[in-house]
């Protein structure tokens, strides 16, 4: 490996947002969601970072808004506004001055893979892929999407998205990246814990299953935190909901470590899926060596290396009494919590740490670069 020609390598990150904020009020914050844009930068390679607000929000109109986002229905829910947005703003021109572009959304990938289809982007196009696919497309869909991934390359954060993809993306350049989060941001509390006990869950996406928590959690359980930004309806009394965004920072990271530290422990209900739903919270509930009770999805991102009363405690999906008991099993056995505990913190310092995630990346990367 040229280390002095790979660090000559521009390399553009596109997110979301969140970032750049973090970035410039030079906040205290954890690595991870950054895809190894703060280690690369940190080791000298020339990165750039580029959010939504810089590279769309060119069509306001409301009419031509929803008249768009009806065809995207109709085109497999091709982001068309989006693709006309980086169009107007001949925002392709940004992205074909960087060698390398790390796709981190769904949106901005599928955009991307399709004008490098077209021929309009010429940069070497990574698409961090998370949940696309809810199930194998029919075969139209399984067409086109094999049409315009054909020259880009798909990273998958989850094996058993790896093996989705590959099953059916024949043609396609798709690997495994293991995510791992910042360790030396989520630590183990110090002392003892503040306050009252809770059991705290924590999740956005749509594959989390909170009416099936809601309506499992006992009169005689623990106080339960949920924190999220979907809607969620309880008259429980040891139930509070709190609102919370990454992106928005609705909670910031400092007091999100400080709800996992404080905790009982952690649980995640999930909906079945493919995509590696509740996996950030998992790893970073663990990094803070607290045990961890998770649905058993298709998605779990590493069947191996997850293993059940180890470092994990599984959960049927959907299954009422699968979660009351691992509740009541945390709550009774002590033993069992701490076991879980320190096999969590161990997976993480050994496999899903955010150093090893950016050590597969740059092999991945400068592995393929003339």
């Given at each position: 490996?040229?280390?002095k020609?790979?660090?000559?390598i ?14 410039q009020?030079?906040k ?19 990165v ?29 829910n091709l982001p068309?506004?989006?693709i ?6 001949k ?13 981190t959304?769904?949106?901005i ?31 139209l ?9 054909r020259?880009?390359?798909l ?12 099953s ?21 509390t110090k ?7 809770y ?16 309506n ?19 008259l ?16 910031n ?8 530290g404080?905790?009982?422990f952690?649980?995640?209900?999930l909906?079945?899926t ?5 996996q950030?919270t998992c ?14 999805i ?5 069947e ?14 959907g ?12 709550v ?11 096999g ?18 740059k ?8």
């Amino acid at each position: 490996m040229n280390l002095k020609k790979n660090k000559n390598i521009s390399i553009l990150y596109l997110y979301k947002r969140g970032r750049k904020e973090r970035l410039q009020d030079n906040k205290i914050f954890p690595s991870e969601f950054f895809y190894g844009y703060e280690e690369l930068k940190k080791g000298g390679y020339k990165v750039n970072i580029l959010e939504e607000i810089d590279l769309f929000f060119q069509i306001k109109n409301k009419f031509i808004i929803k008249i768009l986002n009806f065809n995207s229905k109709l085109f497999f829910n091709l982001p068309i506004k989006m693709i006309l947005e980086f169009l107007l703003n001949k925002t392709y021109k940004k992205i074909n001055k960087a060698n390398i572009v790390i796709c981190t959304t769904n949106s901005i990938g599928v955009t991307l893979s399709f004008l490098k289809a077209l021929g309009l982007v010429k940069s070497r196009i990574i698409f961090i892929y998370m949940g696309l696919f809810k199930k194998k497309p029919n075969f139209l869909k399984f067409y086109f999407f094999q049409y315009i991934f054909r020259k880009i390359e798909l990273l998958t954060l989850s094996k058993s998205e790896y093996k989705f993809l590959k099953s059916f993306l024949l043609n396609s350049n798709v690997e495994y990246l293991p995510f791992g989060v910042d360790e030396h941001f989520w630590l183990p509390t110090k002392g003892e814990k503040k306050g009252e006990s809770y059991v705290l869950a924590v999740g956005n996406d749509l594959a989390r299953d909170w009416e099936l928590l809601v309506n499992s959690w006992e009169e005689g359980f623990p106080n339960l935190k949920i924190v999220s930004s979907l809607p969620i309806n309880t008259l429980r009394k040891n139930i509070e909901v709190i609102k919370g965004n990454w992106h928005s920072e609705t909670l910031n990271d400092l007091e999100m470590r400080d709800l996992y530290g404080n905790s009982e422990f952690i649980i995640i209900p999930l909906k079945e899926t493919f995509q590696p739903s509740g996996q950030s919270t998992c790893l970073q509930a663990m990094s803070c060596s607290k045990a961890v009770v998770i649905t058993k999805i298709k998605g779990i991102w590493d069947e191996k290396l997850m293993k059940h009363k180890e470092n994990i405690f599984f959960i049927r999906s959907g299954n009422e009494l699968d979660l009351k008991n691992s509740v009541k099993s945390l709550v009774s056995d002590v033993n069992l919590r701490k076991s879980l505990e320190i096999g969590g913190r161990s997976l993480i310092i050994s496999n899903f740490n955010v150093i090893n995630m950016v050590n597969h990346l740059k092999n991945y990367l400068f592995g393929k670069v003339n």
